[in-house]
Nanobody
Framework: VQLVESGGGLVQPGGSLRLSCAAS????????ISWYRQAPGKERELVTA????????NYVNSVKGRFIGSRDNAKNMVYLQMNSLKLEDTGVYYC?????????WGQGTQVTVSS
C-alpha cells in the first residue's frame, strides 16, 4: 500500500489549494480514504473522510463550508479542495487508509498559509 500526497505550498489567506493523494497497492475503489492534518505543536486531526463512492463526511468544524473531499476511482486519486484558507490551516496534510486492519499513511504535504 502506498499513498503519495502532493499539491501543498505557500498561499495567502483567502487563497485556495487542491491537494492530491495517489494511491496504489490495494483495491482503491473499495476503501474510504481520509485526510488528516497536523499543525505545528498540535496533534494530528481528521479533516474529512471520503467514502468509496466519493462522498465526503466527518469534516472537522473548522473547515466546514471551505474544504471538499473527493475522489476519482478510475485514477486511484483522492483530492482535498481547500478554499478560503486561513492562517490556522497551516500544517502537514496526510492521506490515510485502513486496509486489512492495518493503517497506512502518506508522507504528507506541507500547506503554509501566510501573508
Amino acid at each position: 500500500v502506498q499513498l503519495v500526497e502532493s499539491g501543498g505550498g505557500l498561499v495567502q489567506p483567502g487563497g485556495s489549494l487542491r491537494l492530491s493523494c495517489a494511491a496504489s497497492g490495494f483495491t482503491f475503489s473499495s476503501y474510504a480514504i481520509s485526510w488528516y492534518r497536523q499543525a505545528p505543536g498540535k496533534e494530528r486531526e481528521l479533516v474529512t473522510a471520503v467514502n468509496s463512492l466519493g462522498g465526503s463526511s466527518n469534516y472537522v468544524n473548522s473547515v466546514k463550508g471551505r474544504f471538499i473531499g473527493s475522489r476519482d476511482n478510475a485514477k486511484n486519486m483522492v483530492y482535498l479542495q481547500m478554499n478560503s484558507l486561513k492562517l490556522e490551516d497551516t500544517g502537514v496534510y496526510y492521506c490515510h487508509v485502513w486496509v486489512n486492519r492495518n493503517d497506512y499513511w502518506g508522507q504528507g504535504t506541507q500547506v503554509t498559509v501566510s501573508s
